[in-house]
């Protein structure tokens, strides 16, 4: 005997869900398919074309954004599993239109960007870092970006930006002017 349950692992490849979730700090209302990525929904329905698609297997990093905080493969990751959640692709990393977030600076300052297609994935990566751990040491860096892979084979660029951003981060919270509480209990943006 079978049954009709959708939960029961019957074909949902015809129906669709509605989510709610928030995407750089906005308030959105999906129609998803239960089987689209959360890559597919960025880029292909709300045009967030930030978040690059490279692997296709979760091993690249190109494709990380943040989920509540934490770097996520949206490349595999399901859409649906954003409901209820924070979502944070490389377009909302900016703290105002017209201004860079530290990172960012850093990577145009020291050259690290270089072809720029990892660079939203290295970028998302390195602020969850600095979020939990807004001292990480050149080590504990390279560590933490071991699952961004950048076939421009130019990674010296890219520690040391990502380590200015650190300082410049550092130097913002003792002063208070960064936004960001110093003990990396950020939240996530």
Excluded: W
């Amino acid at each position: 005997m079978t049954t009709s349950s959708p939960d029961a692992g019957s074909d949902l490849s015809g129906s669709t869900l509605t989510i709610s979730t928030r995407i750089n700090g906005r308030d959105e209302t999906l129609q998803i398919a239960p089987n689209e990525t959360l890559a597919e929904v960025l880029r292909d329905r709300l045009g967030l074309t930030g978040t690059k698609v490279s692997c296709d297997v979760q091993v690249c990093g190109a494709c990380t954004v943040l989920v509540d905080g934490l770097p996520v493969s949206a490349c595999t990751f399901l859409a649906y599993e954003t409901r209820g959640r924070d979502v944070l692709t490389v377009e909302g990393l900016a703290p105002a239109p017209g201004q860079y977030h530290p990172l960012q600076q850093a990577f145009i300052e020291l050259n690290a960007f270089q072809c720029g297609f990892c660079t939203p994935g290295m970028l998302l990566s390195a602020k969850s870092l600095l979020d939990y751990n807004p001292a990480p040491s050149t080590h504990e860096i390279k560590e933490y970006m071991e699952g961004n892979l950048c076939r421009c084979t130019g990674y010296i660029p890219i520690l040391a930006a990502i380590g200015r951003a650190r300082d410049i981060m550092a130097r913002e919270a003792s002063q208070g002017t960064g936004g960001q509480p110093a003990d990396g209990t950020g939240t996530g943006r």
